[in-house]
């Protein structure tokens, strides 16, 4: 059998332990589980075991240490994602949010744009659905990402200064040049909103969202051991101890070896299928091979030119706020929200943002016909002290808008959501 010590990791005295191991053992979930489900990705179902291999002993508090400590910069292999968030389905069959537009094949006005190659657009589409991702990279300066679909491939390169990022369904290239390139002699990272955000999408990335801070609100102990992807790993079991939250348990696969994250698995409380669940199907810790890092945009493509693209898009942001203040009658319209605050800690914190208008219909406001009815189906029409609002709910995350625009959300139940908005009337 497997040896561990099922060692919970609290916000207690660690018993003279130095400061570096208190500061390792200091991980826990806020607001950005939330995030992470909303916004990014998962795993197809568990990938098949070979065995429960017989490991040396490790405590929780060791294991976070080794993840932390890991140093590994190179890599290759291949991650499979999928998500079920519980999202709505829209017509055509993408999820609510977007998600699963311009993929292979599919070509629209926004090609011309370079829209269909944007990172971003990518990032999202990850959210809804199972992928296939092949990763590799070589250090800070160079990193590989290419989601493969039945028709199509789309690739992000980090090479240096370069980044390239290629849809293969619109044959459009968008090239960037990373904006640290020229100082002193480094390339010190690729430019926002690029392979960063795609890179998010592998096992380790997810695991150090979630270890974070950790506090008493959560509960970690090592709960055996896997084989994943050919590897020996350590089984990581992170659970909330609020009642509130919606998450049931994280369980994160540590390679024996040399502490990367290699699978990474969120279970709503509710049950059922993971919501997310990442985790490498093969793994190489050899140094890639030079050339992935390599592209030239095949011929006849479009190539766009992402430096300008930004530019032009910060320039049009920039515009659009130039004549609010100094005017008596202009109106900003950012101040309608009020900024982002956080309520709360731990597992069950809600973001809020304050509202200065009008939400969605609900409560002695109705909605007749068929718009009524698709409110209805979207949201629960929910009534407190604060007044009335409706509650959009996933697997993972639900969000009450209130009458007057105020939103509140996080991976909370809805009576959490009620009496936040209650408290803060």
Do not use: C
């Not at 040396?56 to 910069?73: E, H, M, T």
């Not at 609100?217 to 009642?243: E, F, H, M, N």
């Amino acid at each position: 059998m497997p040896r561990y010590e099922p060692t919970e990791v609290t916000d207690e005295a660690d018993g003279g332990r130095s400061p570096k191991r208190r500061k390792a053992v200091r991980y826990a979930v806020p607001v950005a589980v939330a995030g992470v489900a909303a916004a990014t990705i998962g795993l197809v179902p568990a990938f098949a075991g070979s065995g429960s291999p017989d490991l040396p002993k490790i405590s929780a508090q060791d294991l976070i240490a080794k993840i932390a400590k890991s140093d590994v910069q190179q890599l290759s292999g291949t991650v499979r994602v999928s998500t079920d968030l519980g999202l709505p389905s829209l017509p055509g069959g993408a999820a609510a949010g977007g998600f699963g537009g311009g993929q292979g094949g599919e070509k629209g006005e926004h090609d011309q744009d370079g829209a269909s190659a944007s990172p971003r657009s990518k990032l999202m589409e990850l959210a809804s659905g199972a992928h296939t991702l092949r990763v590799a990279a070589d250090g800070p300066e160079k990193q590989r990402v290419s989601i493969v679909d039945k028709a199509a491939e789309y690739s992000l390169v980090h090479n240096g200064n370069e980044v390239w990022a290629y849809d293969s369904g619109s044959n459009t290239a968008v090239h960037s040049t990373a904006p640290d390139a020229g100082r002193h002699g480094t390339h010190r990272r690729a430019p926002e909103g690029l392979p960063g955000d795609l890179k998010n999408a592998t096992p380790q990335d997810l695991a150090k969202k979630v270890l974070q801070a950790a506090g008493d609100t959560t509960s970690v102990t090592v709960d055996g051991t896997a084989r994943v992807a050919g590897r020996d790993a350590y089984q990581l079991l992170i659970k909330p101890k609020q009642a509130a939250s919606t998450v049931g348990s994280i369980r994160v696969a540590v390679d024996a070896a040399n502490g990367v994250p290699l699978k990474f698995t969120l279970t709503p409380k509710s049950g059922g299928a993971a919501a997310i669940d990442v985790g490498y199907t093969n793994v190489d810790f050899a140094k890639p091979d030079a050339d992935l890092f390599s592209f030239t945009p095949p011929k006849g493509a479009k190539v766009v030119d992402g430096n300008k693209e930004r530019a032009t898009a910060q320039r049009e942001h920039a515009k659009k706020f130039k004549d609010f203040g100094p005017r008596k009658d202009a109106k900003d319209p950012r101040k309608d929200f009020g900024g982002l605050n956080v309520l709360g800690k731990g597992w069950t914190s809600i973001a809020t943002i304050k509202g200065a208008g009008p939400g969605l219909p609900s409560g002695k406001d109705q909605v007749a016909g068929d718009a009524g009815k698709f409110l209805d189906s979207l949201g629960e029409k929910v009534n407190g002290s604060f007044g009335s609002g409706r509650i959009f709910s996933t697997r993972l995350v639900n969000a009450l808008i209130t009458d007057n625009g105020t939103v509140y959300v996080g991976a909370v139940d809805k009576q959490a959501l009620i009496h936040a908005a209650d408290a803060a009337k």
